[in-house]
C-alpha cells in the first residue's frame, strides 16, 4: 500500500498542466452501446464493468491526441480505486493516462449504506473537482469537464460539456473540450453534400457485394440468385474457418478468378488471409494452410494481376478492412495512392502497440484494422464498406452509433447475408430468405 501511494503521488507531481475530469456512466458507458450488446448478443460487462462505447472511445482518443491532458477520473467508478482505474485502461486500451481521483465528499458509512449506481452525492462532483484542483492542481492552466450530470459549480460552467448520457461523447463535445484545453476556436463542422458519383459509379446498376469466402461456394448461388451487373469481392478467399479441405479452398479460389476472367467488370480485393498465403513473412496470422500456400505460390502473378486493394465508386470505398484516415496520414499517402503500392510490410499487422492484438488501433492497414478503431478514423465525405471483422448480417454501423459516414460491415456469409447495391442504395440480403 505504501508503494502504491508513492507511485500515485508520482503521478500526480508529474502530470502535464492540462488536466480532464472525466465522468464514465453516460459519458464513456452509453445507453446506446449496452442496446447495441444485447441486440447483437455480445457481452456487455467484463471485469470492470460495463463495455465502454466505442465511439465515445474515438472521441476520447481525439481530445488527448490534440490537448495532451492527463486524465483525473470523477465517477462513482472512483470508488473501485485509482489503481483499478489504471489497470482497466491498460486492460481496456483507452486513450490517455489516468493520473489520479477526485476526493469523495461522502463518508465512509454512507458509501456502505448506500447502492453506489443510485447514489446521490449531496456535495457534487463540483465541489470534488474543485478540492481536486486546490490541493492537487497548483500546477493546471486549464481543464475541462466531461459528466452527463448539471452537477457543477457556477465557475466551473466555462469549463464544463454535458453529455448525452444515450450516446456519449460525441464529435461536438470533442470539439468543445479542445476549444477548452487548448485556448483556440472551437471547429465548426459542416455537413458536406454528398458528391455526386462518378459515371463508374452509374455504369452498373445491380451490383452484389460479397463478405469473406474462405473457402465458400454460397458466392455462385448468390450471383445465380442475383444476376447482378457487377460482383465485389472484399477478399480472404481461402483460410477456412469451416473445415472446408485444403484443395477444394484451392479450387474454389481458381474459380473466382475464373469468372473474373469471364466478367472483366468484377472486383477482386485482397485481404490478410490471401497475403498470408502468398508467404509474405510480414503476413503471418492465424489460420495457415500449408498445401494452399504451395499453390497460391504458383498462382501469385496471377492473383496479383487480377486483385487490388482498394475499389472506389463515386462517394463509397471498398476494401477488406477499411481505410484509417490515421494510416494514410502515418505513411504520407493519399487514396489515389494505395492501389499503385505493391504487397510491402505496409499491408502487415501493425505491432507498433503492443496491446493491440486484434487490429483495434487506428493506425492499422486496409487488410487488418477494425470497426472498433475505424469508426474513429474514418476518412471524411466518404463511406465505406468492408469485410473482414465477422458478423451475424451485414448491417451499418451507423444504424446503431453516431458517425459521420456510413459503414457497412459485410463478413456474413457464413450465415448467407451480403449487399446489394441498387441505383447506389445498399441493402443487406440473405440466400437464405
Request: hydrophobic letters at 35%.
Amino acid at each position: 500500500m505504501q508503494n502504491l501511494r508513492k507511485n500515485v503521488i508520482f503521478v500526480v507531481n508529474s502530470m502535464k498542466s492540462k488536466v480532464l475530469f472525466l465522468d464514465i456512466d453516460g459519458v464513456l458507458n452509453t445507453e446506446r452501446q449496452h442496446d447495441r450488446c444485447v441486440e447483437a448478443g455480445l457481452a456487455y460487462v467484463d471485469n470492470f464493468g460495463y463495455a465502454f462505447d466505442p465511439v465515445s472511445v474515438a472521441n476520447l482518443k481525439r481530445i488527448v491526441k490534440q490537448t495532451g491532458a492527463d486524465i483525473v477520473i470523477s465517477s462513482s467508478w472512483k470508488f473501485w480505486g485509482l489503481d483499478a482505474m489504471q489497470r482497466m485502461w491498460i486492460r481496456r486500451d483507452l486513450p490517455g493516462k489516468v493520473i489520479d481521483v477526485t476526493p469523495n465528499n461522502v463518508s465512509d458509512e454512507m458509501l456502505l449504506s448506500v447502492d453506489l449506481e443510485y447514489m446521490d452525492i449531496p456535495a457534487g462532483k463540483g465541489s470534488e473537482i474543485k478540492e481536486w484542483l486546490t490541493t492537487k492542481g497548483q500546477q493546471v492552466t486549464h481543464y475541462a469537464i466531461l459528466d452527463d450530470l448539471p452537477d457543477m459549480l457556477p465557475e466551473q460552467q466555462s469549463h464544463f460539456v454535458q453529455t448525452d448520457p444515450r450516446v456519449g461523447i460525441t464529435q461536438d463535445d470533442a470539439d468543445t473540450i479542445i476549444s477548452i484545453l487548448t485556448d483556440t476556436p472551437k471547429v465548426v463542422r459542416r455537413k458536406t453534400k454528398k458528391r455526386r458519383g462518378t459515371r463508374k459509379e452509374n455504369a452498373y446498376k445491380k451490383i452484389v457485394v460479397l463478405g469473406d469466402i474462405h473457402g465458400r461456394t454460397v458466392w455462385k448461388d448468390i450471383i445465380a440468385k442475383e444476376h447482378p451487373d457487377q460482383v465485389i469481392f472484399l477478399g480472404d478467399y481461402v483460410s477456412t474457418h469451416e473445415f472446408y479441405p485444403e484443395e477444394d479452398q484451392v479450387s474454389n479460389l481458381k474459380e473466382i478468378l475464373r469468372f473474373k476472367d469471364d466478367h472483366p467488370e468484377t472486383i477482386l480485393l485482397r485481404g490478410n488471409h490471401d497475403l498470408q498465403h502468398l508467404s509474405y513473412d510480414w503476413a503471418e496470422c492465424s489460420g495457415y494452410f500449408p498445401h494452399v500456400a504451395i499453390e497460391m505460390e504458383h498462382l501469385k502473378d496471377e492473383f496479383l494481376a487480377k486483385t487490388q486493394w482498394i475499389h472506389v465508386m463515386g462517394d463509397k470505398i471498398f476494401s477488406h478492412a477499411g481505410i484509417s484516415s490515421a494510416w494514410l496520414e502515418e505513411n504520407d499517402l493519399k487514396l489515389d495512392d494505395i492501389n499503385f503500392l505493391s504487397p510491402t510490410k505496409l499491408f502487415g499487422f501493425n505491432t507498433d502497440d503492443p496491446r493491440d492484438l486484434y487490429g483495434n488501433s487506428p493506425e492499422q492497414p486496409p487488410t487488418w484494422i477494425r470497426p472498433m478503431a475505424l469508426v474513429g478514423v474514418m476518412i471524411p465525405d466518404y463511406d465505406q464498406v468492408v469485410g473482414h471483422t465477422p458478423v451475424e448480417h451485414c448491417f451499418n454501423v451507423k444504424d446503431i452509433a453516431e458517425i459521420p459516414n456510413n459503414l457497412w460491415i459485410c463478413d456474413a456469409l457464413d450465415h448467407g447475408s451480403y449487399l446489394l447495391i441498387e441505383d447506389g442504395v445498399i441493402t443487406e440480403k440473405n440466400i437464405n430468405e
